[in-house]
């Protein structure tokens, strides 16, 4: 299982939102890049990325950041969710050396262009379903839907998806540890991998997810953990790595 370090941007800054809410953001970095780097530096084999601003605004706002990161690792896989709704903006991403692309709410209000884009650029789409009391929230999780969540999982299976981001909204940021069994229940209800997010604190999250992996769990993103210690990466990926063996 791999732990993926988050970097999300809001103006321009590397910042870390409690449950989404734009309002609640702790400022971590005035450099995206540097921060990336540091990440890399700590032994980071992917990156979360995450345009905030472009969540809410329905396009891309931080792309010169996220294009800047892209150049300065060309060997490190990367994925950017948060303001992509379109083929072109999703393609513009992948030039620049982006790995994976995460369509959020485009998936859930038009579920078809999942298939789509997938079509137009095979394995380098992933779905990201964020969800608040199991059921699916979009446009930067200002808006909460009655879609259950495991219900849009199953409709994604054949999709062309590379694997979904389930996150846990209510946990997201605010370090109460990970919704171990929502994740699992998410993740037994489809073929495509899952990657967990939302609420990791420490080492014992790793462990708990790394004991229902075998379920389809691929990965983990891990944010405000790392960025006010409470987990330290490079011991977080060689404990999963040492349970992933075992």
Not at 107 to 125: D, I, K, N
Request: with cysteine; aromatic share 4%; proline share 3%.
């Amino acid at each position: 299982m791999i732990v993926i370090p988050a970097i999300d941007m809001k103006d321009g800054k590397c910042v870390r939102l409690r449950q989404g809410r734009m309002e609640d953001a702790t400022i971590f970095s005035d450099d995206p890049v540097a921060m990336a780097s540091q990440w890399v530096d700590q032994g980071a084999r992917r990156l979360h990325l995450v345009d905030l601003d472009g969540a809410f605004k329905g396009r891309p706002v931080n792309a010169v950041a996220i294009n800047r990161i892209a150049a300065a690792h060309p060997e490190l896989p990367i994925q950017i969710g948060g303001g992509i709704r379109d083929i072109a903006t999703a393609k513009a991403y992948i030039d620049a050396g982006v790995r994976w692309v995460i369509i959020g709410t485009k998936a859930v209000e038009q579920p078809e262009f999942v298939a789509e884009l997938s079509a137009e650029c095979p394995g380098h789409v992933i779905v990201g379903l964020d969800a608040k009391g199991g059921k699916v929230a979009t446009d930067g999780w200002a808006e909460v839907s009655g879609t259950d969540v495991r219900d849009l999982a199953r409709d994604f299976q054949n999709a062309g998806a590379s694997a979904i981001v389930y996150t846990d909204i209510a946990r997201d940021g605010m370090l109460e540890g990970a919704n171990v069994n929502a994740t699992a229940a998410l993740a037994d209800v489809t073929t495509t991998p899952v990657i967990a997010s939302g609420g990791v604190r420490d080492n014992d999250d790793i462990r708990a997810l790394c004991e229902v992996q075998g379920r389809g769990i691929a990965g983990v993103i891990v944010g405000r953990s790392i960025y006010e210690g409470t987990l330290d990466l490079a011991s977080a990926q060689t404990l999963a790595d040492e349970l992933s063996a075992s």
